[in-house]
């Protein structure tokens, strides 16, 4: 519920709420979640991935020829990388077991940021 306060030129007006601000990024947080989501389960089944109505070219890199492809959330440029199988890692593990791995990277920082397995997304 939002509280009324009067602005500055006199009129009430409705103030948000501790509420209104947590739902707020609660359904930010969701719609970035469904997006890594999509952008995975595109990685994997398709040659392109289609973001925000524009088609990003699946790229194949090294030896084991992994797909990625950067896209923008947000104004910060991610690379979604397909889980290389043959690392010792669990995400690797799961990958060799026939799970559907994807990492994703902040481009500018260099650091892994999430990972969908199967559709479920971890951000660290």
Do not use: C
Not at 13 to 35: C, G, R, Y
Request: no cysteine.
């Amino acid at each position: 519920m939002a509280h009324m306060v009067v602005s500055p030129v006199g009129k009430s007006v409705e103030s948000p709420t501790t509420h209104d601000f947590l739902t707020n990024k609660w359904e930010s947080m969701a719609l970035e979640q469904q997006i890594l989501r999509d952008v995975a389960a595109q990685l994997i089944n398709s040659d392109t991935v289609v973001l925000e109505n524009q088609a990003l070219r699946i790229k194949r890199v090294g030896s084991g020829r992994w797909r990625t492809v950067q896209f923008e959330l947000n104004g910060r440029k991610f690379e979604a990388i397909e889980q290389n199988r043959n690392k010792p890692s669990r995400w690797g593990q799961l990958a060799r077991e026939k799970h559907q791995v994807v990492q994703f990277r902040d481009v500018a920082t260099h650091k892994y940021v999430a990972v969908a397995v199967d559709g479920e997304i971890t951000e660290y």
